[in-house]
């Protein structure tokens, strides 16, 4: 993608919500690197486009007066606030942040539990920071997206973003890509699309424009010029309905922060006409939860933006066997079962077990789609055990449960209690008589 104009916008993250003295240690910092120059970027005042413009709007749009993904149709499409650490990644957890929303919506499913790697996108991908590639120092979140997406060297031969548990966020850009777990390529969420966009200072029409993505497609990152005011602002103001006031003069003249923006609140009573609704990566003490409130064109806020597209077609893997395995034993003795299941995207599949003795373990796995796993079990007591088997992909879907396997523990003919037993099954199970008649043929 040709570069019609490069705009030189500084994304000096900050590492957490500190006084000004962390600001300026981070100054210090560049300049000991002789990086001055690229702390002290100035934002052009031109409107050209940046990379991949693909605003994803064909019509005008009438829009609502207030709209957040933080609370539409009664559901939550965000994820929650995580904290960048000692790190200058905020580039890099507003393009996680975004990106994990994206999946939700296009999966129409807000209960996804997504928490994607930070890390990966810091160690694996260092194309993905800034020009002088120091990670900790900065990045824009459309190089994140974008190298996320390349699955040629620069993006590590791979097309995708991976779930944080294959590698924990660390603030620390100099952690080895190998220290990934071994099955990453097997939990890959491809990204299908990306783009960035210099939008232009705060006007009506921009406004709109900036909204009508939000509405029609979903969270977008964007960059912001954050002051020791607003810092010092969402420690104290941490209600949903604060939010912070245009100043008459900005801190200064470049972005320095990336954030997630995730809807907007119209207001006439408020100077500019109203907020946009903002997701940060300060922790959940700052703001509310991590979130925070701005009023319109306040600190450079929506001039730059950067999307993220994802192309949702999975399906729920298929209802897994009936387990497979002894059906008459003793307690504490160890018997072997067999489980399998596919998956018609042949998505890694984790492993759900229910022992029918109350006990709650936890997903196993991952394993190949149409793989038999086994697994052992001992029970402590004597008694009849249904187990039951479901499986989920790594984008989370489920199936429905296995059949039943009917497990007595141990094979009680002449014992009073298997009696006890076999009544009540006959009275919660019609099926329980037909097939404890197959057992003792």
């Known amino acids: ?133 120091l990670g900790c120092l900065g ?96 420690n104290w103001f941490n209600n949903e309905n604060d939010y912070f006031k245009d ?21 006439d009573q408020i100077q500019n006409g109203g907020y946009w609704i903002c997701k940060n990566s300060w922790g959940t003490d700052w703001g509310y939860d991590g979130f925070f409130n701005i009023e319109y064109g306040a600190l450079f806020t929506a001039t730059y933006i950067s999307w993220v597209d994802y192309i949702a077609n999975n399906s729920r893997p298929m209802k897994p066997e009936k387990p497979i395995g002894e059906q008459q034993g003793s307690v504490n003795e160890e018997y072997i079962y067999s489980f399998v299941s596919t998956d018609p995207d042949n998505d890694m599949l984790f492993y759900f077990v229910d022992w029918g003795n109350g006990n709650i373990y936890d997903w196993m796995g991952t394993y190949e789609s149409g793989k038999e796993i086994l697994v052992t079990h001992e029970w402590i007591k004597k008694g009849f055990y249904n187990i039951k088997v479901k499986v989920k992909d790594i984008h989370g879907y489920e199936s429905e449960w296995s059949d039943d396997l009917i497990v007595s523990m141990p094979h009680m003919k002449n014992d009073i209690p298997f009696f006890f037993s076999l009544l009540f099954k006959l009275q919660s199970s019609p099926n329980f008589l037909k097939e404890l008649f197959f057992q003792f043929l």
């Not at 609370?71 to 994990?100: M, R």
């Not at 100043?247 to 207001?267: C, S």
Request: proline share 6%.
């Open 247 to 267: 100043p008459d003069m900005p801190w200064g003249n470049r972005l320095n922060h990336i954030i997630v923006l995730i809807g907007w609140h119209d207001d």
């Open 1 to 133: 993608m040709k570069i019609k104009t490069i705009i030189l916008i500084s994304i000096l993250l900050f590492t957490t919500v500190q006084p000004l003295s962390a600001i300026n240690s981070y100054n210090n910092q560049i300049k000991k690197n002789n990086l001055t120059s690229f702390y002290t970027m100035e934002i052009p005042l031109t409107k050209e486009l940046v990379h991949n413009v693909n605003p994803l709007i064909t019509n005008s749009i009438s829009l609502p007066p207030s709209f957040s993904w933080k609370n539409y149709q009664g559901s939550d499409w965000t994820t929650p606030v995580k904290h960048q650490g000692n790190c200058g990644s905020c580039w890099d957890f507003a393009a996680i942040g975004t990106l994990e929303s994206i999946i939700k919506i296009r999966e129409n499913r807000p209960e996804i539990e997504l928490d994607l790697s930070e890390q990966y996108v810091l160690s694996c991908l260092p194309a993905a920071a800034n020009n002088y590639g």
């Open 139 to 234: 990045g824009t979140p459309y190089k994140a997206f974008y190298y996320m997406m390349n699955d040629g060297v620069e993006g590590n031969y791979a097309n995708g973003a991976i779930p944080e548990s294959c590698f924990p966020y660390q603030a620390d850009d100099q952690i080895p890509c190998d220290d990934k777990s071994e099955d990453w390529t097997n939990q890959l969420i491809p990204i299908a699309d990306c783009g960035e966009q210099w939008v232009g200072f705060d006007t009506e029409q921009n406004r709109n424009y900036v909204k009508s993505i939000i509405y029609e497609n979903g969270p977008i990152a964007t960059g912001i010029n954050v002051s020791n005011e607003l810092i010092q602002w969402g």
